[in-house]
Nanobody, 125 residues
Framework: QVQLVESGGGSVQGGGSLRLSCTAS????????MAWLRQSSGKAREMVAA???????TLADSLRDRFTVSKDNAKNTLYLQMNSLKPEDTAMYYC???????????????????WGQGTQVTVSS
């Protein structure tokens, strides 16, 4: 059974940092586009970052100076390091994957076929 499980969310004050993890079971990162997305209350789900099968990472323009993405293929785990967090970063953060299609941060969020359950990040001012 394919499963993506996110962890690492929580509540933090503005300016703080969090590292989210996404661990896959029954699934391998190899040959798949992996991505982080987020959804704030009342807003559409949006792309945060994508990492393609060659390890190329793209991040949303507004986030690339604060967020970084990495993965550990041996652990089948994807990471999202978030620094200098702002209240507007408050959202449910999701990990997603798909074996087809373009793999960059401009990809349509709904096009991913496999999703985790999400982890909540709350940033207070």
């Amino acid at each position: 059974q394919v499963q993506l499980v996110e962890s690492g969310g929580g509540s933090v004050q503005g300016g703080g940092s969090l590292r989210l993890s996404c661990t896959a079971s029954g699934y391998t990162f190899t040959g798949n586009c992996m991505a982080w997305l987020r959804q704030s209350s009342g807003k559409a789900r949006e792309m945060v970052a994508a990492i393609d099968t060659d390890g190329r990472i793209t991040l949303a323009d507004s986030l690339r100076d604060r967020f970084t993405v990495s993965k550990d293929n041996a652990k089948n785990t994807l990471y999202l390091q978030m620094n200098s967090l702002k209240p507007e970063d408050t959202a449910m953060y999701y990990c997603a994957a798909d074996s087809r299609g373009v793999c960059n941060y401009r990809r349509e969020p709904k096009s991913f076929g496999v999703w985790g359950q999400g982890t909540q990040v709350t940033v207070s001012s």
